[in-house]
């Protein structure tokens, strides 16, 4: 069935996690002359180190009209930088009082520089114009899309840690004619689910080559006695879910092709393993034992249309794509019904 009608606007990405939100940690920033800024910097790192907070960095360039209260400012054509001193709450970030600092402090009558540690601000006020308070994102960006929102909160640097790849964005666009054709093989997993629907299958699951478009195999649920048919010399098997039986076809593919390479030694002799590469469509949303069957098959992408709230493990009842323990990792799309369509 080529017809899109009975889905609804488009398939929406279902990402292994959702992206951390913008938190933000009140921090006290100091306004400082250009001049002054690498002094500040050395007490800073030797006094007041930022470790929670390396991502953060330290200094700003000041758009001059928002250093409220600086005696400096472009006019006298000095340029001004804002620097990180530490934070307020957590006391992190070298923001922290140590017994003796809080013994030698004497109270908010002093302003912000009360929550500075004296031995501190003995060293900074010399070079500081004015404190205020200020924000900076909480944690570290963890992909580059997020790196560049949260600049505009306060500069911040973007590392991709040692020995991983970098963390996909959360959302990722689908072109038109990548979406005619999730379309198309959606499809024939619906006209299949539904075809076999009064043999108590539920579900149905087409394997594809991403670069041909081929269809390579697919299955439907084969749980049942009634669930089968067509002189297929199958047995049915409680755990014979639509995704099993069209993994299965594939492995039959597969060992089909390896006995003509023994007979055909112009064949390339690697052997493609299970679903590598391949796309797989579902009708409805996999439970675990699929979605699981589908990481060992090394599938590449996941697209269904039908959620399932109760055994859903691609999102509906929780992620099995989010565990980073898995050795394999695939991405998943969900491509809702047409909201008018009664299923
Ligand atoms: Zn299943």
Request: with cysteine; net charge positive; aromatic share 6%.
């Amino acid at each position: 069935m080529s017809c899109e009608c009975w889905l609804g606007s488009g398939p929406v990405h279902v990402p292994s996690r959702e992206k951390p939100p913008l938190l933000l940690e009140e921090v006290i920033l100091a306004s400082v002359l250009r001049e002054n800024c690498s002094k500040v910097v050395k007490i800073l790192r030797v006094l007041a180190p930022l470790t929670k907070y390396r991502y953060v960095k330290r200094i700003k360039p000041v758009v001059p009209q928002l250093v409220q209260g600086s005696q400096a400012s472009n006019e006298d054509g000095m340029m001004m930088l804002e620097v990180v001193v530490c934070t307020i709450q957590r006391r992190e970030g070298g923001g922290w009082l140590s017994q003796e600092d809080r013994r030698n402090t004497k109270g908010e009558g002093e302003g912000l520089w009360s929550k500075v540690p004296p031995s501190l601000k003995a060293e900074l006020a010399p070079l500081v114009k004015a404190l205020r308070v200020g924000h900076v994102p909480a944690l570290a960006p963890e992909d580059p899309d997020q790196w560049e929102d949260w600049n505009q909160v306060w500069p911040v640097s973007y590392k991709i840690p040692p020995g991983k790849v970098a963390k996909k964005s959360a959302t990722i666009e689908v072109g038109e004619d990548e979406r005619r054709k999730m379309a198309a093989h959606l499809g024939l997993a619906r006209d299949l689910a539904h075809r076999t629907h009064n043999k108590g299958c539920r579900n149905a699951a087409v394997i594809v080559n991403p670069e041909t478009n081929e269809v390579v195999a697919h299955g439907v649920d084969e749980t049942s006695s009634s669930s089968w048919g067509g002189g297929e010399d199958r047995t049915p098997h409680p755990l014979r879910h639509a995704a099993m039986v069209a993994v299965e076809k594939v492995a039959e593919g597969i060992r089909a092709w390896a006995a003509k390479r023994k007979r055909d030694s112009e064949l390339p002799q690697d052997e493609p393993y299970l679903c590598t590469g391949s796309d797989c469509y579902l009708w409805r949303e996999p439970c675990a034992m699929c979605a699981m069957a589908l990481v060992h098959s090394r599938v590449r992408r996941i697209v269904f249309c039908v959620p399932d709230g109760e055994r859903g493990a691609l999102g509906g009842s929780f992620r099995l794509h989010a565990l980073e323990s898995l050795n394999h990792h695939y991405e998943v799309f969900r491509w809702p019904l047409d909201r008018r369509v009664v299923e």
